[in-house]
């Protein structure tokens, strides 16, 4: 009997793919994927050394221009330096391609006032309402605890 070959008792499975742990994988690479997205939308804008606020909420909303004023008071749109004298027809032009624009002036906290309002008042003038200031939440730069026993992140306004 020893080359005479014996049917054992055990059935052989065929090899299946499952698909449980596959979907796992894949829901691991879309969560990675949307993080590493959302942290380059941040990466849009030049550098400045934003003033710091205790009611500062992270900024999460793509449909935004970031225009970014330095401590030489010289203007940004996005990256793209922009002289003084255009910066009213580049926000008349934003405005024409959306009503609902939104604006968010990123201002180092070197630049001088005057620069900053400018920028404001031609955002203004040029038609566009939602306009916001960016700057760094206080615990960010170690600010400690928030006064008055304000939750963190602060309020929305």
């Given amino acids: 009997m020893h080359g005479s070959h014996s049917i054992s008792p055990v059935q052989i499975k065929k090899a299946r793919i499952e698909i449980i742990p596959l979907i796992d994988i894949m829901f691991f690479l879309l969560a990675s994927f949307m993080l590493v997205s959302l942290t380059m939308i941040n990466m849009k ?20 221009i970031i225009v970014s004023v ?3 008071g010289d ?4 990256k793209e330096k922009v002289a003084k004298e255009d910066v009213l027809s580049r926000f008349q032009q934003l405005y024409g ?6 604006i968010y002036i990123r201002a180092d906290k070197q630049a001088v006032y005057d620069s900053v309002m400018f920028v404001l008042d031609q955002a203004r003038t040029s038609g566009i309402q939602k306009v916001g200031l960016e700057i760094k939440a206080q615990d960010a730069v170690g600010g400690g605890n928030t006064p008055g026993g304000a939750p963190p992140g602060g309020a929305t306004h």
């Avoid at 550098?47 to 205790?54: D, H």
């Avoid at 203007?75 to 996005?78: H, I, K, L, Q, R």
Wanted: charged share 20%; aromatic share 12%; hydrophobic share 35%.
């Fill in 45 to 64: 804008a030049i550098e400045v050394n934003l003033p710091t606020a205790t009611s500062a909420q992270p900024n999460t909303k793509p449909d935004f």
């Fill in 70 to 72: 330095d401590a030489l």
């Fill in 75 to 78: 203007f940004y749109f996005e």
């Fill in 97 to 102: 391609q959306n009503h609902e624009v939104r």
